[in-house]
């Protein structure tokens, strides 16, 4: 083998480790790639797929629930693919505080902050995700049960 003549038999395992190490993170990034790729709301996001848009930034969009909810019901995404609230860390606090911000900002925009409002992230199969894009819902103009079904 050219491999055993160039190099001694004691780099052979180190290569192959290497190599190993190389292809498992090579898989872990297309898989995620394919993901953003297939997300509606990267895709919203980037303008692909079309939305009734209240505000964009270089960070986040807000637009309208395609299945409102409530008379005023939108979403606030960051335009960075994250699968869920689980995935934000202490790097994300100054993302998570702009879109609280943003969240108020549009409440009033939309005539819902006096009467008041409920502010959802719903998180994973028991919190209700069915679209794995951290999003917050944005819903008012009627009255909201407590606690929630
Ligand atoms: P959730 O169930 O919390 O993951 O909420 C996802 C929401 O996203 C749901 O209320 C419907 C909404 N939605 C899904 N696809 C689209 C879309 O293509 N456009 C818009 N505007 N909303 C969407």
């Not at 629930?65 to 689980?86: C, E």
């Amino acid at each position: 083998m050219k491999f055993k003549k160039k190099y001694p038999q004691k780099y052979e395992s180190l290569f192959l480790f290497t190599n190993k190490v190389v292809m498992i993170r090579f898989r872990i990034i297309c898989r995620k790639n394919i993901t953003i790729m297939a997300c509606i709301f990267c895709k919203i996001a980037s303008g692909e797929i079309p939305a009734k848009k209240l505000f964009e930034d270089d960070k986040l969009v807000a637009f309208y629930d395609i299945q409102p909810q409530s008379p005023v019901h939108f979403l606030i995404i960051p335009k960075h693919h994250f699968a869920s609230l689980n995935d934000l860390s202490a790097d994300h606090v100054h993302l998570a505080g702009h879109i609280l911000v943003t969240a108020s900002n549009l409440a009033r925009e939309t005539g819902i902050d006096q009467s008041g409002y409920r502010v959802v992230f719903n998180t994973r199969e028991d919190g209700g995700q069915s679209v794995d894009h951290l999003h917050a819902h944005i819903l008012g103009k009627r009255k909201f049960l407590w606690p929630p079904g």
